[in-house]
């Protein structure tokens, strides 16, 4: 854990420098890679602030709506600045809600335009459970394994450095220089899914995991719903249904 950057003696918070850190990456790696979605690089900026804020915002409201008894007693902490109190599928989910609201009004092509934002949010997702790791947040449950690390008074599993690990690996297996694009929406749901798969697997090792029905996981419950409707939109763009062709194919007035 290191909260807290010391240079030329200022006091320096660690996770918000990392998220925007990654927040810059992406944004570059992404625009390096623009005309691959042929979105005009006006648009795609325009596109990705409204993502960002719509995570963030989506992002804690969805971290309130899982913990409500704190954020009654407190509702201060909605505007906190402590990156734990996030919940990286609920920002996922509202942040594409609002590029598909922009897209819509603005008339551009869905389907390419949630490709272009693809690799920006494979490289955030990294930046957020990097900026956990720094702040000790979204920690482990109890562990005794040897490579436990000691936070919050117990040796815990480093869940942090398992999702860095498995963001980093999706990042690796999507990287756009790779992707042919040959079916529009394909790139874009295939990281959905590998991210629902990655957050319901390592779900399980978290220690402040919200539980309902006394053993089952409120964000394991979810990751599957979003895991099965990105199986559900890959399959279909593989058989190539018309409703996805008509998305994929729809031109800007």
Excluded: C
Aim: no cysteine; glycine share 10%; charged share 10%.
């Amino acid at each position: 854990m290191l909260p807290y950057l010391n240079i030329l003696g200022a006091a320096i918070a660690f996770a918000p420098l990392i998220m925007l850190v990654g927040i810059w990456l992406g944004t570059s790696l992404t625009e390096r890679y623009i005309d691959k979605f042929s979105l005009p690089i006006e648009v795609f900026y325009n596109l990705i602030f409204i993502v960002l804020i719509a995570f963030a915002v989506g992002g804690r409201l969805g971290y309130a709506a899982q913990h409500p008894s704190a954020f009654i007693e407190d509702p201060g902490s909605l505007l906190s600045r402590n990156f734990g109190l996030f919940d990286p599928i609920s920002g996922m989910v509202i942040s594409l809600l609002a590029a598909a609201i922009y897209g819509q009004r603005k008339g551009i092509t869905l389907l390419p335009t949630l490709d272009a934002i693809t690799p920006m949010l494979a490289v955030v997702m990294l930046a957020v459970s990097l900026s956990n790791l720094a702040s000790g947040n979204a920690y482990g449950a109890p562990s005794g394994l040897p490579w436990a690390i000691h936070l919050w008074g117990e040796d815990r599993h480093p869940v942090q450095i398992y999702e860095a690990i498995g963001a980093a690996a999706i990042l690796f297996a999507l990287w756009p220089a790779r992707q042919s694009l040959v079916k529009p929406g394909m790139y874009f749901f295939t990281f959905i899914g590998y991210s629902a798969f990655a957050r319901l697997f390592f779900e399980g090792f978290r220690g402040s995991s919200p539980v309902i029905f006394d053993s089952i996981r409120g964000v394991q419950l979810a990751a599957l719903a979003v895991l099965t409707i990105a199986l559900w939109q890959v399959q279909r763009l593989r058989e190539g249904s018309p409703s996805a062709a008509a998305a994929g194919k729809q031109t800007n007035p």
